[in-house]
């Protein structure tokens, strides 16, 4: 799987948006970028994912450049239950399976 | 619905004990994962499992650790002679659909074990 290239903190303000960016710039044409995070003292929750149009969903959205060398996860209107560590995961399509490799994410400190 | 449990949830062990952990995962799921996940770091992984069949172990660091699932359901990662460097949360996860596309896991809360 390719590597991913992460902040390792990021603050925001309660109510605002919080746009976390991920570098993928190794990533492969049958490669996916998911995004999980992790609150404290809690397991990694599945947040998004997505090959190469911008998704959106309930809790976030992300964006994948055109190259998609690169993607933004998005939540629109951070909470303080919001502060957790975000991780960006590649991985190839139909790998079911397979282990998710984490790196040391992004920690997210939301503020009010 | 219920999701991944772990138990315990803390778990204090003395060098050289012998360790048990277990993880129900959600109904039904065919995949399992194990991963431990040192302070500070994301999670890696230790090894995988497809109903009772353990098809990856490549992760387990030593032959101190040994995981089951004998009925496809409940698994449970053992730990012998545990050692200092083995502190650290224990996570399990699951996920529905084997040879999916694409899969999500369900990870539970994880397993404290700290070694003294």
């Known amino acids: 799987d390719a590597k991913t290239t992460q902040p390792p903190s990021m603050d925001c303000a309660e109510g605002r948006a919080a746009n976390l960016p991920c570098n993928h710039s190794?990533?492969?044409?049958?490669?996916?970028v998911y995004w999980y995070r992790q609150i404290h003292s809690q397991g990694p929750q599945y947040i998004i994912h997505?090959?190469?149009n911008n998704e959106t969903n309930e809790m976030a959205s992300l964006i994948i450049t055109e190259d998609r060398k690169s993607s933004t996860l998005i939540l629109p209107h951070a909470t303080l239950r919001d502060t957790a560590v975000y991780y960006c995961?590649?991985?190839?399509?139909?790998?079911?399976?397979?282990?998710?490799?984490f790196g040391k994410g992004t920690t997210l400190s939301v503020s009010s | 619905g219920a999701g991944v449990s772990q138990s315990p949830r803390y778990k204090v062990a003395k060098r050289g004990q012998d360790v048990a952990l277990r993880c129900d995962p959600i109904s039904g799921h065919v995949s399992l994962f194990w991963y431990q996940q040192a302070l500070g770091q994301g999670p890696e992984f230790l090894t995988y499992?497809?109903?009772?069949?353990?098809?990856?172990k490549s992760g387990l660091p030593s032959d101190r650790f040994f995981a089951e699932r004998p009925e496809g359901s409940v698994s449970t990662l053992k730990i012998q002679r545990t050692q200092q460097e083995d502190s650290a949360v224990y996570l399990c996860?699951?996920?529905?659909?084997?040879?999916?596309?694409?899969?999500?896991?369900?990870f539970g809360p994880g397993t404290r074990l700290l070694v003294l």
């Open positions: 499992f497809q109903n009772e069949a353990q098809l990856d």
């Open positions: 190794t990533i492969s044409g049958n490669e996916y």
């Open positions: 995961i590649v991985r190839t399509l139909n790998q079911a399976g397979t282990a998710l490799i």
């Open positions: 996860a699951s996920s529905p659909i084997e040879g999916a596309l694409y899969e999500t896991q369900y």
């Open positions: 997505g090959l190469k």
